[in-house]
T-cell receptor, first 114, second 113 residues
Framework: DAGVIQSPRHEVTEMGQEVTLRCKPI?????LFWYRQTMMRGLELLIY????????DSGMPEDRFSAKMPNASFSTLKIQPSEPRDSAVYFC????????????FGPGTRLTVL | AQTVTQSQPEMSVQEAETVTLSCTYD???????LFWYKQPPSRQMILVIR??????QNATENRFSVNFQKAAKSFSLKISDSQLGDAAMYFC??????????FGKGTRLSVIA
């Protein structure tokens, strides 16, 4: 298996633009997680899905952020409109179960909003 | 609530020496899992080692081992024979109940040649 795939690896955009980050989880994994990593706040869980259904989105910072999982092999995280404070590394991770905790991470997308 | 605390923002170690990274946690669950993840400059998060709370024996993976003190809610990572490739951010994480991993703030480890 290729592992968790994220695209793009780097994204530079201007304030006010729409940004879409993409993730392909490991095949057969029922859980998908989106994290944001910054120096100030560390790793923050934004949202997670179970069998394509959002379970907890309490970490989504504001309405400008939205996430979808239309099928078991694809998820998107969208920011509209983007702001400079959204600059961070965004990780997608997947896992087979949630109770045993082990998550497999993608390489991350470094987002820079100018 | 579940919490994970890493009290050492930065650590350094001489190559070939041993270093221990600290982690304390809190959970009301009796069954849980603890993890150490490594994040090198490439930023890829890599699982280093995992410990099931019901196991008394400390987990080991080659040069990496843990000191799991359940009563004290402590889970430290020992790296023996440190190598330059061990330089990275190390995150302690807790999974308990049917909730996602909770991560600590991380410890940045430098390895001095």
């Amino acid at each position: 298996d290729a592992g968790v795939i994220q695209s793009p690896r780097h994204e530079v955009t201007e304030m006010g633009q729409e940004v879409t980050l993409r993730c392909k989880p490991i095949s057969g994994h029922d859980y998908l997680f989106w994290y944001r990593q910054t120096m100030m706040r560390g790793l923050e869980l934004l949202i997670y899905f179970n069998n394509n259904v959002p379970i907890d989105d309490s970490g989504m910072p504001e309405d400008r952020f939205s996430a979808k999982m239309p099928n078991a092999s694809f998820s998107t995280l969208k920011i509209q409109p983007s702001e400079p404070r959204d600059s961070a590394v965004y990780f997608c991770a997947s896992s087979l179960l949630i109770s045993t905790g082990e998550q497999f991470f993608g390489p991350g997308t470094r987002l820079t909003v100018l | 609530a579940q919490t994970v605390t890493q009290s050492q923002p930065e650590m350094s170690v001489q190559e070939a020496e041993t270093v221990t990274l600290s982690c304390t946690y809190d959970t009301s669950e009796s069954d849980y899992y603890l993890f150490w993840y490594k994040q090198p400059p490439s930023r890829q998060m890599i699982l280093v080692i995992r410990q099931e709370a019901y196991k008394q024996q400390n987990a080991t993976e080659n040069r990496f081992s843990v000191n799991f003190q359940k009563a004290a809610k402590s889970f430290s990572l020992k790296i023996s024979d440190s190598q330059l490739g061990d330089a990275a951010m190390y995150f302690c994480a807790l999974n308990s109940g049917n909730t996602p991993l909770v991560f600590g703030k991380g410890t940045r480890l430098s390895v001095i040649a």
